[in-house]
């Protein structure tokens, strides 16, 4: 039984006061972990905030990205080992936007993965296609090269113990979220893909989340499907309301 995980991405949004409040507001409000991993995907400068309000508590904290270096000239970026030494136990990767507007290639965002493994923090690595490969029917094999250059040499152990998020470009931020026999379907993709590379135990322990316009009102028909682990939510997630209201619908 996979244990169901829900991460909100802030994205870039918010203040340093206004993510002190947002943690205050539901640290204590975090279900068990032993039904749901409740994670915040914060902005790098706002984590040792999130990690010290939410000590104690069952809430996780993300970062959005990191760099696959621990340390050097490398201007701007930001360190796995730094991540790690916060506290911080997830890291988001190749997201479409860092994809699209940062240019982030399938081989840079596996670097990120094994340095991240190499930290002892876990990677939600996201894949997704565009509405032009969504509507050509190229969706699966799209998917499955993602996802087979976004694992290149990781071990099986790693992969069984990692979140993978497939989020269609199309239904980010723009209330058009695939319904959930699409999300269902492509997860499953992503499942096929895993136990084509690492065989059926890897496939059945690798956690699969949705994301895409995901809201408190119709998480639950996506958390009733088979290839559904959990979801990686943006918009819904930046209020403390909302974020508890897509806990309390999975717990
Ligand atoms: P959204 O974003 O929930 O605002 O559509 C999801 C994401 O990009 O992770």
Redesign the pocket.
């Known amino acids: 039984m996979r244990k169901p995980i829900i991460a909100g ?1 802030w ?1 870039m949004n918010k203040t340093a006061s206004e993510a002190k409040a947002f943690a205050q507001a539901v640290a204590t409000k975090i279900p068990s972990n032993d039904k749901v991993d409740s994670v915040v995907g914060s902005p790098a400068l706002f984590l040792e905030t999130l990690v010290s309000e939410s000590k104690g508590t069952d809430l996780k904290v993300a970062a959005q990205n990191c760099y696959w270096e621990n340390a050097g000239a490398f201007t701007g970026e930001i360190s796995p080992a730094a991540l790690a030494d916060l506290g911080v136990q997830y890291v988001i990767i190749g ?3 860092r994809r699209e507007y940062f240019h982030e290639t399938d081989e840079e965002i596996n670097k990120k993965a094994k340095a991240i493994f190499a930290n002892g923090m876990l990677p939600i690595l996201c894949c997704g296609e565009s509405l032009e490969t969504y509507e050509a029917e190229k969706t699966a094999e799209w998917i499955e090269g993602q996802i087979t250059a976004g694992l290149a040499d990781l071990s099986a152990e790693q992969v069984s113990s990692m979140v993978i998020a497939y ?1 269609p470009i199309w ?4 209330g058009k979220s695939a319904d959930a026999t699409i999300a269902d379907t492509i997860c499953g993709v992503v499942r096929s893909t895993v136990e084509k590379l690492y065989g059926n135990d890897v496939a059945s322990k690798v956690r699969i989340q949705y ?4 809201k408190p009102e119709n998480i639950a028909e996506y958390m009733a499907k088979e290839n559904v682990d959990g979801a ?5 997630s930046l209020e403390a309301d909302s974020f508890l209201a897509l806990l309390d619908a999975v717990k």
């Open positions: 991405n994205k997201h479409s936007e989020e239904a980010i931020g723009t994301g895409g316009s995901v990686l939510v943006g918009g819904a």
